[in-house]
């Protein structure tokens, strides 16, 4: 079962199959704990999962709190408990076995300028991920950019070219950024293994964003640093299964 990921639209009628290998995300997430890289950058831990992930739709590990929201705050905010790195192997995140959108969602957020405002160390991490990624056809790459800062994206490597959205990447710059882009990554990661989704999610954001922009998208509320946050979500997916990391009390 699939994480409670933030994203517009409709749920998907089936998850679509994953490209990226599990070795090579292991890969990807080894180097970034054997070189100490922050993944959350200069975010709270659990205010950087809640631009990915719906933490109050996720199950806590801890009884006292109902959500991941909540035990998330308390172990890794207020307590500091565990290993920086507890998140690559949670069983509620999956980052391992997601589907390949989920998984480039973590990635490019972590490169975020919001998240990583050191826009040379991005691009360095961004070498180290392409080189990593690139043996399972996919890219990372910096279309667009937010306050002059570049926005690092996904997309597949094809035979024929890239399969890039220039048109809607300049109306990106017009409506929610954040949105656009995840409905591009969306669309490049599925147009040639699951082509039905690309077009759909096409079609939803021609109505949605480029005819008006009538819908209002989900958008990352700022964590204030405290387990309780009001937000809204136009998508409540499936929930995953329980378990995953298991917080150590301090002694």
């Not at 949605?208 to 997916?237: F, V």
Request: some cysteine.
């Amino acid at each position: 079962m699939s994480p409670a990921v933030r994203g517009p639209g409709d749920p998907l009628a089936s998850e679509p199959r994953s490209v990226i290998r599990r070795s090579t995300r292991k890969n990807l997430l080894d180097w970034m704990s054997a070189e100490g890289t922050a993944w959350s950058g200069r975010l709270e831990e659990p205010q950087f999962l809640a631009r990915i992930f719906d933490l109050d739709q996720m199950p806590s590990t801890d009884g006292r709190y109902e959500t991941a929201a909540g035990d998330i705050w308390q172990h890794r905010v207020n307590n500091d408990d565990g290993t920086s790195d507890w998140v690559f192997t949670d069983s509620r995140f999956n980052l391992l076995g997601c589907p390949d959108e989920t998984f480039l969602l973590f990635v490019t957020e972590v490169l975020h300028p919001v998240v990583r405002p050191d826009q040379g160390e991005a691009k360095r991490l961004a070498e180290t991920f392409n080189d990593l990624l690139l043996g399972d056809g996919y890219e990372l790459v910096a279309p667009t950019k937010v306050a002059g800062k570049p926005v690092w994206a996904a997309r597949r490597r094809s035979l024929h070219g890239t399969t890039a959205l220039p048109a809607l990447r300049v109306a990106r710059e017009k409506f929610d950024a954040d949105y656009i882009l995840r409905q591009i990554t969306r669309m490049e990661t599925s147009v040639e293994d699951d082509p039905g989704l690309a077009i759909g999610t096409a079609k939803e954001l021609a109505r949605d964003d480029l005819q008006g922009h009538p819908g209002t998208p989900w958008k990352a509320s700022i964590w204030q640093g405290g387990p309780s946050q009001t937000r809204t979500s136009r998508d409540r997916r499936a929930r995953p299964r329980a378990g995953g990391f298991q917080w150590q009390r301090p002694s």
